[in-house]
């Protein structure tokens, strides 16, 4: 039955919309007036976005998808009473806010037709279970409990770089997280790139599971394979670029395809994204994802009005969606993340200056029409979240839900400071010589040997970083000149870390190690006057329970059974006994260890152990599930990490016994411990 024309405005929230063309939301209309005196609101806010076109999977509904839809969205109502005045016609709140109560909140289980109100708690995979989610992973039927994040923001304002960092955190976390990043797909449609090189999308780590899907169905702009997100731009293209930024044989992507005039590129970005979004809405639905993020610009109050709408449309009310705002107002920050943007593939092999220019163009027809987050959105109970300057400060608003409190707690710890993470195993141990694990054994004089190269070598590079940030520093300019290479990492002004003429200084270094005699020793020869060193119980190794102290070919012999089934699922398998450990156990118990490692600004050595290293480098690297408790990581191995802004740069570094020194491993690979190679992300 089609909706009446005049639906009455006290409607209760949770009544199911007669028609799938019943009036959007009113979440993301308008006020009265708009939130920036400076920025007019958009006549064709009041337009719907057209309903959404059904794909393989809306068109064949299983039993459990059907009833995931049947969930009522919240109704819709429309006055002509005086209210928020849009484009001549006038919005009613919901019953909700007239209630004082936040547009998102769960209906009353009273209602009638109400769906049955479950409790959206901590999920954690390893450390809850459930009937319906023994793994602890959040239920196929707990919508509630499962989040989309929608960025938004103006381009070269880091966007990508937090979505990624965010991504991997989540997925490290074992909650199913992918990126879907808009300005892949447009180039694709718009003819810029055939499809997306595999080879520069890493997120075959940093998204687990891994899948590709084809965005068809009538109306598809694209028919090639797309994997979603891309994170690295490609070093080379095989595409000739006009003079004009346009690609031959391609739809022209210079500014001028931003205009907001410019009907045609408008409903081709427009159509890409409500598909882009789409995949989404697939991947949390049905194929048991736990967060999505929509990776693009969203600067219009028209853009997340139709994303709300299609969300809504499809998922219903219960699902949580976060709107995520970067902005930038520090002008050194902008500068860097524009020449990083140069190095991307809308300006690949362009001259720089001319590339320089048609950015800054692009982003005046952005401003055209942006609308920040901000009292409008406070108004209607939305959820957000705004970054400025990437994390020197952050606003939150009506945060609910673990995985969105996850969220908020990651990105309060969120900086661009350019540093050093470094990774090592202990040296050798009396245990190791005698092939036990566990245990709480010192040093073998190899092991003291290690320590003292270690010592030594780590000296070295921290004086080596500082040389190259000065450098840096003294050649830095504005715009970059042809051949210019990427700066490791933009970074907002912070004078308390600069000398009087401007130059950073020597960064504090600090050495963590476990509580366990092993590691403390391998860090008994760094100075303390030089070096902040710390121990911490969250570094141990990982507990074997009752087989402490024990060879792995006894633990065969004693407990055959137990031995299987730890190698059937190393990941999962938990060692019986007072203490025994899981690989998941180390995971959390190393969260709060992650989060200050990406808190502070300094360069930090964690000398571990075999599964703490594992783990350690898993994060950082984005491994896929799988390999992360297969991962060879030897004695006398040094790893290094560098945060920079499309990524982690990776080295490794071999202990050389003659030389009492360590040899760079170029072109280094990880490898499982059958010796396969292990994808990574950066």
């Not at 783990?615 to 990581?633: I, K, M, N, P, T």
Request: contains cysteine; glycine residues 8%.
């Amino acid at each position: 039955m089609a909706p009446s024309a005049t639906p009455s405005a006290t409607a209760r929230p949770n009544t199911p919309p007669t028609s799938k063309l019943s009036p959007p939301a009113p979440e993301c209309c308008p006020p009265t007036q708009s939130t920036e005196a400076s920025k007019p609101v958009e006549p064709s806010i009041v337009e719907s976005p057209p309903p959404p076109v059904a794909g393989p999977k809306q068109a064949q509904q299983s039993p459990l998808a059907k009833s995931l839809m049947a969930a009522p969205a919240m109704a819709r109502s429309r006055s002509h009473s005086k209210g928020g005045d849009v484009g001549g016609e006038h919005l009613a709140p919901p019953e909700q806010l007239i209630n004082g109560h936040s547009l998102t909140d769960t209906p009353a289980a009273t209602a009638p037709n109400s769906p049955r109100i479950r409790a959206t708690t901590i999920d954690v995979p390893g450390l809850t279970k459930s009937k319906v989610s023994p793994d602890g992973r959040i239920a196929s039927r707990d919508l509630g409990s499962k989040l989309v994040i929608v960025m938004v923001g103006l381009p070269a304002r880091g966007k990508s770089y937090v979505t990624k960092k965010l991504a991997r955190y989540l997925n490290w976390l074992q909650h199913d997280t992918k990126i879907f990043n808009v300005g892949n797909r447009r180039r694709v449609a718009a003819g810029a790139l055939d499809s997306i090189p595999v080879e520069n999308n890493h997120q075959q780590g940093v998204n687990t599971p891994q899948k590709a899907k084809r965005l068809s169905g009538t109306g598809g702009l694209l028919d090639s394979p797309v994997i979603a997100e891309g994170l690295t731009p490609p070093r080379n293209s095989s595409h000739k670029r006009t003079q004009s930024g346009g690609i031959e044989g391609g739809i022209d992507q210079s500014a001028a395809f931003f205009d907001p005039s410019n009907e045609a590129a408008a409903e081709l970005r427009e159509k890409v994204a409500l598909e882009t979004l789409d995949e989404l809405l697939d991947y949390v639905l049905y194929e048991g994802g736990s967060v999505g993020i929509l990776d693009a610009t969203n600067s219009t109050l028209r853009r997340r009005k139709a994303v709300l709408d299609r969300i809504r449309q499809v998922a219903g009310n219960q699902i949580g969606v976060v709107f995520l705002e970067s902005e930038c107002h520090d002008q050194k920050l902008l500068e860097t993340n524009m020449k990083l943007k140069l190095q991307g593939p809308d300006y690949k092999d362009c001259d720089p200056v001319q590339a320089l220019a048609d950015f800054k163009k692009r982003v005046t027809m952005y401003e055209k029409s942006y609308v920040s987050l901000g009292e409008y959105e406070e108004k209607l109970g939305m959820q957000f979240i705004k970054m400025i300057d990437v994390g020197r400060k952050v606003v939150t608003h009506q945060i609910r839900g673990f995985l969105a409190a996850q969220t908020v707690y990651f990105l309060l710890n969120f900086h661009l400071s350019p540093r050093q993470i470094w990774i090592t195993r202990h040296g050798e141990s009396l245990d190791n010589v005698a092939g036990k694990i566990g245990g709480d054994a010192s040093l073998s004089e190899n092991g003291v040997r290690y320590a003292k190269a270690l010592t030594n070598f780590i000296a070295y590079q921290k004086k080596r970083f500082h040389e190259r940030q000065i450098q840096k520093h003294d050649t830095s300019h504005m715009p970059p000149h042809p051949g210019d290479t990427t700066p490791p990492n933009p970074e907002y002004s912070d004078c308390c870390r600069q000398d009087g003429d401007g130059r950073p200084l020597e960064k504090n270094f600090c050495v963590w190690t476990s509580m366990l005699k092993r590691s403390i020793d391998t860090a008994a020869y760094f100075d303390e006057e030089e070096y902040d060193v710390k121990q911490m119980r969250m570094l141990n190794e990982l507990n074997a329970g009752v087989a402490e102290g024990m060879t792995y070919d006894e633990i065969r012999a004693k407990w055959p059974e137990e031995f299987q089934q730890r190698r059937a699922d190393k990941l999962r398998y938990r060692y019986p006994g007072a203490g025994g450990e899981s690989y998941l156990d180390v995971i959390n118990r190393l969260r709060a260890v992650i989060v200050e490692v990406e808190r502070m600004q300094d360069h930090v050595l964690l000398v571990a152990h075999r599964v703490v290293a594992r783990v350690l480098l898993a994060y950082f690297l984005g491994l896929q599930r799988e390999d992360v408790a297969s991962l060879d990581v030897p004695l006398g191995t040094l790893y290094m990490l560098e945060p920079k802004p499309y990524g982690v740069e990776f080295r490794a570094y071999q202990y050389n016994p003659q030389t009492e020194w360590f040899d760079d491993l170029e072109n280094f690979q990880l490898k499982s411990d059958e010796q396969k190679d292990v994808k990574i992300s950066r």
